[in-house]
């Protein structure tokens, strides 16, 4: 018996089959994020990052074209196993040579260069309208600016983002994220709290008017707590962002570095599923603050885990990565993020989730304890290199050699 089968044994004293839970991981979408490859630097202003977010860090080999970038992706998707999307901001347009067009007049032909990345690749887009890092951006307002050429210009850019995400659904075939995600706020305690917020909801009811086909779109909305600069008040609050969305029939979408440090999602998790039919994550690391860091194989991200796949919800949750760290290797980090997401999802199919459940329901919490901690010492890693074979990827540390390689032949010579 070779060490995969000896941990299937094992798994299956406890009632797990590790075949069904390698043959549901491998249909789980999980979306690549590519402002990691780049330090959310984007294409098509040269204004510096802006919006009370940061990637702090100087490692060497940051992508600067579109042709970096997507040979950084495509090394990516290599190393990483299971069903992948490509996660990108409108800020990663690709103009000809000559061409530019403002963040209000993108069309789909400004992002034709992805779709023929993604169709390459057999994968679907998801996408983001770019609020940030840009000279319309004023006083750290966009769509609830009290400027109306300023605040009108941002609904323009919204409804431009709704027909290229439109267009991304059709030409991949797969269905298009499009996340709304605004920095709106101040940094010193405001005198008027609910204008900029009546303004936010006007803006989004005009950009939602524009008609979209909402089998091929699912717009999410992104709440948040605080950006840097803007500590005393956001705009888009959790609460603001979840009302809206349950008023409006849009998804809620949760990033975990955007709460208060005690809050956790996986707890969050369970609500929105009882009043939505789809929610949507950003999955990243917060240390301390919302910093982004890259995604571990911690509690937290094994908790989130459990909680999707033993709601059954694994086809209604949209699971995306949410980070930039620019102070180690950027394809490292990419994939490291990105493997941690798949191992816990995985952890959570091999967990026993419903005599869990029954431990909880007969108040038998100490059965529940034991038992939950005996799984942590189970033989993971062998089910978790099975599954990296069967599915063409690298297991172990040699996904490490050949990001290594990559490094000397391709990110030190840039
Ligand atoms: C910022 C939000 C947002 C961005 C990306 C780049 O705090 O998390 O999702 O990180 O859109
Ligand atoms: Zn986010």
Same mark, same amino acid.
């Given at each position: 018996m070779n060490a #995969? !089968?000896? @941990?299937?044994?094992? #798994?299956r004293e406890y009632g797990i089959d590790t075949e069904a839970?390698? !043959?549901?991981? $491998? $249909?789980v979408p999980v $979306?690549?994020?590519?402002?990691q490859g780049d330090d959310v630097s984007g294409f098509d202003s040269p204004a510096s990052l802006s919006g009370g977010i940061q990637a702090t860090g100087n490692y060497p080999g940051r992508a600067r074209t579109p042709e970096e970038l997507m040979a950084d992706m495509e090394k990516v998707f290599s190393l990483v196993p299971g069903k992948k999307k490509l996660n990108i901001h409108a800020c990663y347009a690709i103009f000809e040579e000559g061409e530019y067009a403002n963040r209000d007049e993108l069309l789909p032909k400004h *992002? $034709? @260069?992805? /779709?023929? *990345? @993604?169709?390459?690749?057999? /994968?679907?887009i998801d996408f983001n309208p770019t609020f940030f890092s840009h000279p319309m951006v004023k006083d750290n307002l966009t769509l609830s600016s009290p400027d109306e050429e300023v605040r009108a210009f941002w609904v323009r850019h919204g409804k431009a983002c709704l027909k290229i995400a439109e267009y991304f659904a059709r030409e991949t075939g797969v269905e298009c994220v499009i996340n709304f995600w605004i920095p709106d706020g101040y940094k010193e305690i405001p005198a008027d709290r609910l204008g900029p917020r009546a303004r936010f909801k006007k803006s989004l009811d005009e950009i939602l008017s524009t008609p979209y086909d909402k089998s091929l779109v699912y717009?999410?909305?992104e709440s948040k707590v605080f950006g840097i600069g803007l500590e005393s008040y956001t705009v888009g609050s959790a609460e603001f962002c979840l009302s809206y969305s349950t008023k409006a029939g849009i998804t809620p979408l949760m990033d975990n570095g955007h709460y208060h440090p005690t809050e956790v999602v996986s707890d969050k998790i369970s609500s929105l599923l009882l009043f939505n039919e789809k929610i949507a994550l950003h999955v990243t690391r917060s240390v301390r603050w919302d910093s982004d860091h890259v995604v571990i194989l911690d509690d937290e991200t094994r908790e989130i885990a459990k909680e999707i796949v033993r709601n059954d919800a694994l086809d209604r949750v949209f699971i995306a990565l949410d980070y930039f760290d620019a102070s180690v290797n950027r394809i490292a980090a990419w994939t490291v993020g990105a493997r941690n997401m798949q191992k816990a999802l995985l952890m959570a199919l091999l967990t026993p989730s419903s005599e869990f459940k @029954? #431990?909880?329901?007969?108040?038998d919490y100490t059965r529940m304890l034991v038992m939950s901690e005996e799984m942590k010492t189970m033989p993971f890693g !062998?089910?978790?290199e099975e599954y990296c074979k069967r599915e063409g990827n690298p297991a172990g540390r040699e996904w490490f050699d050949e990001v290594l390689e990559y490094e000397r032949e391709v990110l030190t010579k840039r």
């Open positions: #995969y !089968e000896i @941990a299937k044994e094992k #798994y839970a390698i !043959e549901r991981l $491998s $249909s $979306s690549i994020h590519c402002w *992002f $034709s @260069a992805w /779709v023929d *990345f @993604a169709k390459r690749h057999g /994968v679907g717009v999410t909305l @029954a #431990y909880q329901d007969k108040a !062998e089910v978790w």
